[in-house]
C-alpha cells in the first residue's frame, strides 16, 4: 500500500492486490491486532508486527509506511468485521433501536476486554487522521463509518422510520459512538457506557411510528 502525507498525518490510500499481496496484507493486519493486544502502542512497531506475522520488514513497510499507518489499517479491518457480521450473525432484537444496542454492546465488551489494542488503535487514529484521505475510503469507527450502523438498522423490521430519519440517526450514533469507543478503551465501564448509548438510541430511533 502506498503512502501519502499531508502535514504530520499519514495518508492510507488504498490499491488493488494481488492475492498474495492480500494475503500478506492480512496476516500484518491479525499480527498488529495480535501485538498491540498484548504490547499496546510502544510496542507494536512495524518490525515486531511484521516478526509477528512471518514476513520481512522490508516486506511490511512495501505495505504501511508507518506504525500508525499499519494500526490504521488495523482500525480499518475491525469495522469491516463489524459490517460484515451484522449480515453473517444478525443483530438481535425487533426494532431498529434493539438491533443497534446489541451490536454496540459486542463492539464496547470487545474493547473492554482488549484496553491495549484500542487504545493503541485510537492513538494512532488521532495521530493519523488529519492527512487521512477522505470521502470513499474512511477509516474505522469513526463518524465517516456510519454505513455498518445503516446496515444495522436497516437489518430487520424498521419500526416504520423511513430511510431519512435513519440515515440521521446513523451519524449522528457514529459519532456518539466513537467516544464511547475511545471512553471503554481509556478505562470507563463498559456496561455503564452500553446503557448511555442504549438510551440515546431509543431517543433518536423511539418505539414503532405509524
Not at 495480535?34 to 505495505?63: F, I, K, L, P
Not at 469507527?141 to 424498521?158: M, V
Amino acid at each position: 500500500m502506498p503512502k501519502d502525507t499531508a502535514g504530520n498525518g499519514t495518508r492510507v490510500v488504498r490499491r488493488v492486490l494481488s492475492a498474495t499481496q492480500a494475503a500478506t496484507r492480512d496476516k500484518l493486519i491479525d499480527a498488529a491486532i495480535e501485538v498491540a493486544t498484548e504490547n499496546g502502542y510502544e510496542g507494536a512497531g512495524v518490525r515486531e508486527v511484521a516478526t509477528r506475522a512471518g514476513v520481512s520488514a522490508a516486506t511490511a513497510y512495501q505495505h504501511v509506511g508507518s506504525k500508525d499507518q499499519l494500526l490504521i489499517e488495523a482500525l480499518l479491518a475491525l469495522g469491516d468485521r463489524v459490517a460484515d457480521s451484522v449480515g453473517a450473525r444478525g443483530p438481535s432484537g425487533g426494532g431498529p433501536a434493539e438491533r443497534l444496542t446489541d451490536v454496540f454492546g459486542r463492539v464496547l465488551r470487545q474493547a473492554a476486554q482488549k484496553p491495549l489494542l484500542y487504545r493503541a488503535l485510537f492513538r494512532a487514529y488521532v495521530a493519523g487522521y488529519p492527512g487521512m484521505t477522505e470521502g470513499d475510503d474512511p477509516v474505522g469507527f469513526g463518524p465517516e463509518r456510519a454505513a455498518w450502523i445503516g446496515r444495522t438498522l436497516r437489518a430487520g423490521d424498521t419500526a416504520g422510520h423511513d430511510d431519512a430519519e435513519l440515515d440521521a440517526a446513523a451519524r449522528v450514533l457514529s459519532t456518539t459512538f466513537l467516544g464511547a469507543i475511545v471512553g471503554v478503551a481509556a478505562g470507563r465501564d463498559a456496561e455503564d457506557v452500553i446503557g448511555v448509548l442504549d438510551e440515546a438510541v431509543h431517543r433518536l430511533l423511539p418505539g414503532t411510528r405509524s
